[in-house]
């Protein structure tokens, strides 16, 4: 016969103070696990979520970035000429050779400079990412020292609002016009003419990379193909999803030191529920001895008490999510260990993410409740009776 769950509710509520500073201990430990892992799920968003499938990215071979080596324009000119590339409105192959350098900008918060990665890019490359949208101002003019920065750019940086002028390059740029990524990777850039920008930055007759529309996606897979095994091209392609997922190595370190830091807090908030029902056993022992004299047995006990410290444990995973809502969507950024320039993206608490707190508070419960109580089972009645 099973002990009920409202017999285990009733002594949590009977030992208030026990209950909350329990709860509480685990709650810190998994506010803590979803910080690390909505930090991680932004990231992951930031970069698995950016490109499209039909767009094939062509980097100079053995480049693991867009800044890791420029090719010639020739090259460029060769691979409009590929089949299987979709056509722009005008009837041109929908293709966009691109530099792209890092500059220096001060944030807004004082905390110091950091760098920013600049995009050149032709008018098509806007149309190659049709996903991303202008959200104040307008696109820069070809030919023109203008720029449009992302709103995580204009929240985050200094002279970054429409109007204002960034200095870089060989002079003066004005920002016309903020655009809205969706929380892509391309909320970490600021994007501007291509001319222009290879004239600021002496790149001259070279791109650092380029992108090619693909009509569909077994044309877009057959032309990455294409590129790559090109030997008068020297280049490599790839799909433009695949390319930003290799970026996430950026959070390996975040997610190293955090969960570190999640394990040891777990270890102790175990304890502290093992302590708790430890306590819980010694106040209740003639209660356990009278349960098992009117018919509950071994397993019975067994089976409650670590329901008790399992429902402690949901008790502070409730809390601990409740606690980090606020924090849902803050931006935050670090360095992409690939580009060294940093990288802008928000805390997503998404329903894995809370899932895999409560699973990992559940665990905490059964860690620490599973050997008090083993010893509340095994308790001989005699003995318990006379505590």
Request: no cysteine; hydrophobic share 45%; aromatic share 8%.
């Given at each position: 016969?099973?002990?009920?769950?409202?017999?285990?509710?009733?002594?949590m509520?009977?030992?208030?103070?026990?209950?909350?500073?329990?709860?509480?201990?685990?709650?810190?430990?998994v506010?803590?696990?979803v910080f690390?892992?909505?930090?991680?799920a932004?990231?992951?968003?930031?970069f698995q979520?950016?490109?499209?499938?039909?767009?094939?990215?062509?980097?100079?071979?053995?480049s693991t970035?867009?800044?890791?080596?420029?090719?010639?324009?020739?090259?460029?000119?060769?691979?409009?000429?590929?089949?299987?590339?979709?056509?722009?409105?005008?009837?041109?192959?929908?293709?966009s050779?691109?530099?792209?350098?890092v500059?220096?900008?001060?944030?807004?918060?004082g905390?110091g400079?950091?760098?920013?990665?600049?995009r050149?890019?032709?008018?098509?490359?806007?149309?190659?990412?049709?996903?991303?949208k202008?959200?104040?101002?307008?696109?820069?003019?070809?030919?023109?020292?203008e720029?449009?920065v992302?709103?995580?750019?204009?929240?985050?940086?200094?002279?970054?609002n429409?109007?204002?002028?960034?200095?870089?390059?060989?002079?003066?740029?004005k920002?016309?016009?903020?655009?809205?990524?969706?929380?892509?990777?391309?909320?970490?850039e600021?994007w501007?003419?291509v001319?222009?920008?290879?004239?600021?930055?002496?790149?001259?007759?070279?791109?650092?990379?380029?992108?090619?529309?693909?009509?569909?996606?077994?044309?877009?897979?057959?032309?990455k193909?294409?590129?790559?095994?090109?030997?008068?091209?020297?280049?490599?392609?790839?799909?433009?999803?695949?390319?930003?997922?290799?970026?996430?190595?950026?959070?390996?370190?975040?997610?190293?030191?955090?969960?570190?830091?999640a394990?040891i807090?777990?270890?102790?908030s175990?304890?502290?529920?093992?302590n708790?029902m430890?306590?819980?056993?010694?106040?209740?022992?003639?209660?356990?001895?009278?349960?098992?004299?009117?018919?509950?047995?071994?397993?019975?006990?067994?089976?409650?008490?670590?329901?008790?410290?399992?429902?402690?444990?949901?008790?502070?995973?409730?809390?601990?999510?409740i606690?980090?809502?606020?924090?849902?969507?803050?931006?935050?950024?670090?360095?992409?260990?690939?580009?060294?320039?940093e990288?802008v993206f928000?805390?997503?608490m998404?329903?894995?993410?809370v899932?895999?707190?409560?699973?990992?508070?559940?665990?905490?419960?059964?860690?620490?409740?599973?050997?008090?109580?083993?010893?509340?089972?095994?308790?001989?009645?005699?003995?318990?009776?006379?505590?």
């Amino acid at each position: 016969m099973a002990i009920p769950i409202k017999y285990n509710i009733r002594n949590m509520v009977l030992r208030k103070g026990l209950t909350v500073m329990t709860a509480l201990g685990i709650a810190l430990t998994v506010t803590t696990a979803v910080f690390i892992m909505a930090l991680l799920a932004g990231l992951q968003k930031a970069f698995q979520s950016t490109g499209n499938p039909l767009n094939v990215l062509v980097l100079r071979k053995g480049s693991t970035s867009e800044l890791t080596g420029p090719f010639p324009q020739e090259n460029f000119q060769t691979l409009k000429t590929l089949s299987g590339i979709a056509r722009d409105k005008s009837g041109e192959p929908l293709v966009s050779g691109e530099i792209t350098v890092v500059i220096v900008l001060p944030r807004k918060d004082g905390s110091g400079e950091a760098n920013v990665t600049v995009r050149g890019l032709m008018q098509d490359g806007l149309e190659l990412r049709s996903t991303v949208k202008l959200a104040d101002g307008r696109w820069f003019t070809p030919g023109q020292r203008e720029v449009v920065v992302s709103k995580s750019i204009r929240k985050r940086f200094m002279h970054a609002n429409v109007g204002d002028a960034v200095e870089f390059g060989k002079g003066s740029w004005k920002v016309v016009g903020v655009f809205d990524a969706g929380g892509m990777a391309y909320e970490s850039e600021i994007w501007g003419d291509v001319n222009q920008m290879s004239s600021d930055f002496d790149r001259q007759g070279v791109y650092s990379s380029a992108y090619l529309r693909a009509t569909d996606a077994v044309a877009a897979d057959a032309l990455k193909h294409r590129v790559s095994d090109d030997q008068r091209l020297k280049l490599d392609g790839m799909l433009e999803p695949e390319y930003y997922a290799t970026q996430t190595k950026s959070g390996a370190v975040i997610k190293f030191i955090g969960w570190l830091v999640a394990a040891i807090m777990a270890i102790g908030s175990s304890f502290a529920a093992m302590n708790t029902m430890y306590a819980a056993v010694a106040y209740r022992s003639r209660e356990i001895a009278t349960l098992r004299v009117i018919g509950f047995s071994r397993p019975s006990i067994l089976t409650s008490f670590v329901l008790e410290a399992v429902l402690l444990s949901l008790l502070g995973a409730i809390v601990g999510i409740i606690l980090m809502l606020p924090f849902n969507g803050m931006t935050t950024g670090t360095q992409n260990q690939v580009t060294f320039s940093e990288v802008v993206f928000g805390l997503q608490m998404t329903p894995g993410v809370v899932t895999a707190a409560i699973i990992f508070a559940v665990v905490m419960g059964l860690f620490g409740g599973i050997f008090p109580a083993w010893h509340a089972s095994r308790r001989e009645i005699l003995a318990a009776l006379r505590d």
